[in-house]
């Protein structure tokens, strides 16, 4: 036995690169990417056409450890410098396309970014961030966009001239013959995301090989995503790379619906032109989708996988109502995906649609594939907490998803990797049947008289006011109670009569104890959300603290 050893034969370095090789192969005929109203590519020419741009940015010098930015929508280009750039060896970087000019200048000089790809209607933001740069900037590539209006075409490549190449140039000049550089080891480095916080500091989290390779595959796994789906990009390519599903819908030969931005109507016409079958978006999202005069029931089921904030009960019912499949799990930009998803059991449905939706709201348990262990301990002694559905503590895991850690961040790194696992922050219970739910980000509790309001309840109970289209509730400050919950509420259009203040708060009161009740409820026509989708409580928290 002890003579046994791991060898060249049986331990090539994972990679989730070799998917769209083996897609070429198995599913070359069959239609990989669908845009506009003229872009269609098989699989065969999608590996082609990645291939090549590998092969260019090598010729340019681009190789291993180098950083590669690309600064796009869910268009073409961005899902094959999904596989392109790694290709040729490099680290990808996907940029916020919704960052302001300062911050995206923070990145690249961060990074040391040494390319950038820059979509055209975002190359205003590309060339004022990089006057901003004292470091070298990173050579830019132009990528027209032919399907959109004002999108392609020399006029508009003249207006940035600061542009050294094409996207289109590194296609036809590549090698398609190219051989893709394939890890050295299945621990080197392949993306690099910068978290989507609200601090004027993100994290850049690196991810190996190994780690993106285990989470596609096992995201499809836990999805049951079958061969030859037709996935709508909803969720931003930009954010953790949209879950590893670039990787894992090459893995099953799959159909992939791009989507420049999110437009109601156009994503129920794309889901009926196209017969889509999956999509994946945070819950305001889904919130959109099943709350506006377009939402009519869907001619057959389209699997919805949702993450991020717990979507409300409310939310979850009226989806399903018109005919989305809900599924919701929960990860973080640290995780590379999905890594707890609210696995069903048979037994729930035979439960009222009500009960059944409550459900859905929780996270749920570890998915099978690269996770080890998730637990809610105390953040003071590191125990498990009790599982009753009450103890909250702070959510733990560790799994083969994990970050390598946050670049040029050790200190950042120690203190959410540590005594063997990732400390999330985030603040969860775990029920008797061994669910997890979480309660809130630590940041976001309110503490009230020393009561602690979890302001993901609050909000919950808010949602199932049938006048409520979106609430999120943070802490006001109050000289004598220290916090108080502030309810900021957008109301449903074409309301016979709108609610006051005054009588969202009594709502409140009939279904919560008191000291959870808001005692300030603000309404806006439509509440700030953060780039990946979220509502910016930051922002809201500003506005909560200057009331007075």
């Known amino acids: 036995?002890?003579?046994?050893?791991?060898?060249?034969?049986?331990?090539?370095?994972?990679?989730?690169?070799?998917?769209?090789?083996?897609?070429?192969i198995v599913y070359g005929d069959c239609t990989s990417i669908v845009y506009g109203s003229n872009t269609v590519y098989t699989w065969r020419e999608t590996n082609l056409r990645c291939l090549r741009v590998a092969s260019s940015l090598s010729s340019l010098g681009i190789g291993k450890s180098d950083v590669v930015s690309v600064l796009s929508p869910n268009t073409p280009a961005m899902y094959e410098l999904q596989f392109a750039v790694p290709m040729s060896g490099a680290i990808l970087n996907n940029i916020n396309t919704r960052l302001d000019v300062r911050t995206v200048s923070v990145l690249l000089t961060h990074s040391e970014s040494k390319l950038l790809f820059v979509d055209i209607f975002f190359c205003s933001l590309a060339i004022e961030a990089i006057a901003m740069m004292t470091t070298d900037p990173p050579v830019l590539v132009f990528v027209a966009d032919k399907e959109e209006e004002g999108g392609g075409g020399d006029a508009d490549l003249a207006?940035?001239?600061?542009?050294?190449?094409?996207?289109?140039?590194?296609?036809?000049?590549?090698?398609?013959?190219?051989?893709?550089?394939?890890?050295?080891?299945?621990?080197?480095?392949?993306?690099?995301?910068y978290t989507s916080g609200t601090t004027s500091a993100p994290k850049g989290v690196l991810h190996c090989h190994r780690g993106i390779y285990v989470m596609s595959v096992d995201s499809q796994i836990d999805w049951t995503v079958p061969k030859n789906p037709v996935y709508l990009w909803i969720v931003p390519i930009f954010h953790a790379n949209g879950w590893t599903y670039p990787w894992g819908i090459a893995a099953v030969g799959g159909t992939n619906v791009c989507l420049r931005k999110v437009n109601v109507p156009l994503v129920y016409r794309l889901i009926r032109d196209h017969g889509v079958t999956h999509m994946c978006g945070a819950p305001v999202v889904l919130n959109m989708l099943s709350s506006t005069q377009?939402?009519?029931?869907?001619?057959?089921?389209?699997?919805?996988?949702?993450?991020?904030?717990?979507?409300?009960?409310?939310?979850?019912?009226?989806?399903?109502?018109?005919?989305?499949?809900?599924?919701?799990?929960?990860?973080?930009?640290?995780?590379?995906?999905?890594?707890?998803?609210?696995?069903?059991?048979?037994?729930?449905?035979?439960?009222?649609?009500?009960?059944?939706?409550?459900?859905?709201?929780?996270?749920?348990?570890?998915?099978?594939?690269?996770?080890?262990?998730?637990d809610v301990v105390d953040p003071d002694?590191?125990?498990?907490?009790?599982?009753?559905?009450?103890?909250?503590?702070?959510?733990?895991?560790?799994?083969?998803?994990?970050?390598?850690?946050?670049?040029?961040?050790?200190?950042?790194?120690?203190?959410?990797?540590?005594?063997?696992?990732?400390?999330?922050?985030?603040?969860?219970?775990?029920?008797?049947?061994?669910?997890?739910?979480?309660?809130?980000?630590?940041?976001?509790?309110?503490?009230?008289?020393?009561e602690n309001v979890n302001t993901v309840e609050v909000e919950t109970v808010l949602y199932t006011n049938p006048a409520v289209n979106e609430v999120a509730v943070v802490a006001r400050p109050d000289e004598f109670w220290g916090e108080t919950p502030c309810a900021f509420v957008s109301l449903?259009?074409?309301?016979?009569?709108?609610?006051?203040?005054?009588?969202?708060?009594?709502?409140?009161?009939?279904?919560?104890?008191?000291?959870?009740?808001?005692?300030?409820?603000?309404?806006?026509?439509e509440l700030p959300k953060t780039s990946t989708g979220k509502f910016s409580k930051f922002l809201l928290k500003e506005i909560a603290k200057n009331i007075g």
């Open 294 to 374: 377009d939402s009519q029931p869907l001619n057959r089921p389209v699997n919805f996988l949702t993450a991020g904030s717990p979507p409300p009960a409310a939310v979850i019912l009226r989806a399903e109502s018109i005919g989305f499949v809900i599924s919701h799990g929960y990860g973080l930009t640290e995780t590379a995906g999905v890594v707890v998803s609210c696995a069903w059991k048979p037994q729930w449905n035979r439960l009222p649609a009500s009960d059944r939706a409550m459900l859905k709201t929780r996270q749920g348990v570890r998915t099978i594939g690269g996770f080890t262990e998730i």
């Open 1 to 24: 036995m002890e003579e046994i050893k791991p060898c060249a034969a049986n331990s090539p370095p994972l990679t989730p690169l070799g998917f769209l090789e083996r897609a070429a």
């Open 381 to 450: 002694s590191g125990r498990s907490v009790e599982r009753d559905g009450e103890t909250v503590g702070e959510i733990v895991m560790r799994g083969s998803s994990i970050m390598l850690g946050y670049l040029k961040d050790r200190i950042g790194t120690e203190k959410a990797l540590k005594n063997g696992w990732l400390y999330t922050g985030d603040v969860g219970v775990i029920h008797s049947d061994g669910y997890l739910e979480i309660k809130d980000r630590s940041k976001d509790i309110i503490i009230t008289g020393g």
């Open 159 to 193: 207006d940035c001239n600061k542009f050294s190449y094409t996207y289109d140039d590194l296609i036809q000049r590549g090698d398609p013959n190219f051989k893709w550089i394939r890890p050295e080891s299945e621990w080197d480095p392949v993306v690099l995301n």
């Open 492 to 525: 449903k259009s074409r309301l016979s009569s709108k609610p006051t203040e005054e009588e969202l708060i009594e709502y409140c009161r009939k279904m919560m104890p008191r000291f959870m009740v808001p005692k300030t409820v603000l309404f806006m026509n």
